[in-house]
């Protein structure tokens, strides 16, 4: 099935509130796409303690299958991604009966990527860069889905300066996944067991010249390691 099952990891995630104080979120379904699993975690948890019905998708082809089936309300793309992409998925749906006209943001690793300049003409609504904050992604909703349009993206909130000589700045990673130290050691380790299952196919591809393997690869870890 396109939809993970109720006991997905990316159906059920840490629900805690994030601020009651904060104005609730129209009742949306949200999908989020990323093939890269620490990513499309934190979007997951960040969804759900939004109070948000998320559905994940870890594949150009599985959102496809998704946005054919079910009713959505919005939609956070991955641009990067091997066999359909983001862009060819975003523009398949914008073709379909189903959700054609459903927001779609892309999240990309890298605002100064050469297409990024045509990822308006190509479908999407807007564009966001990781690493992607909590707030970002309620704004985003709080406007798209109350048929507000937005502009340009909103803005970044500013990490912490790092403070730390050492390869890893627990501190910086903590303020990434939205101050919650357990999914940041969670994320780091995802991002560890990636490196380690991809390194045997980056160094095969340099050693036969696949540039194209190796590239998005490299894309993949790169947007692993922004958050």
């Known amino acids: 099935e396109a939809t993970p099952p109720a006991n997905s990891p990316h159906q059920n995630s840490s629900e805690e509130p994030v601020n009651s104080d ?24 960040f969804l759900k303690q939004l109070k948000l019905t998320a559905i994940g998708a870890e594949s150009g082809a599985q959102a496809l299958e998704i946005a054919a089936s079910q009713d ?15 862009v060819q998925a975003t523009q398949t749906i914008r073709h379909s009966d189903k959700n054609a006209n459903v927001p779609i943001i892309a999240l990309t690793a890298n605002m100064m990527d050469p297409q990024d300049h045509s990822l308006i003409e190509n479908g999407f609504t807007a564009i966001m860069t990781k690493p992607i904050q909590q707030s970002q992604i309620a704004k985003i909703i709080s406007h798209h889905c109350n048929n507000t349009q937005i502009i340009a993206p909103p803005e970044q909130s500013k990490p912490p300066t790092p403070h730390t000589t050492s390869i890893i700045d627990m501190q910086l990673v903590q303020h990434l996944a939205g101050g919650q130290l357990d999914l940041a050691h969670d994320l780091l380790a995802l991002l560890v067991k990636d490196l380690i299952a991809d390194k045997p196919s980056l160094e095969k591809c340099y050693r036969q010249g ?10 993949k870890i790169h947007g692993g390691a922004s958050y």
Do not use: C, E, W, Y
């Not at 959505?72 to 359909?84: C, G, K, N, R």
């Open 22 to 45: 904060d104005p609730p979120l129209p009742p949306v379904t949200v999908m989020a796409v990323d093939d890269n699993p620490g990513n499309l975690k934190l979007l997951m948890i």
């Open 72 to 86: 959505l309300d919005l939609i956070f793309m991955d641009i990067q991604m091997p066999h359909i992409d983001g």
């Open 210 to 219: 696949d540039m194209t393997t190796l590239i998005q690869t490299v894309h």
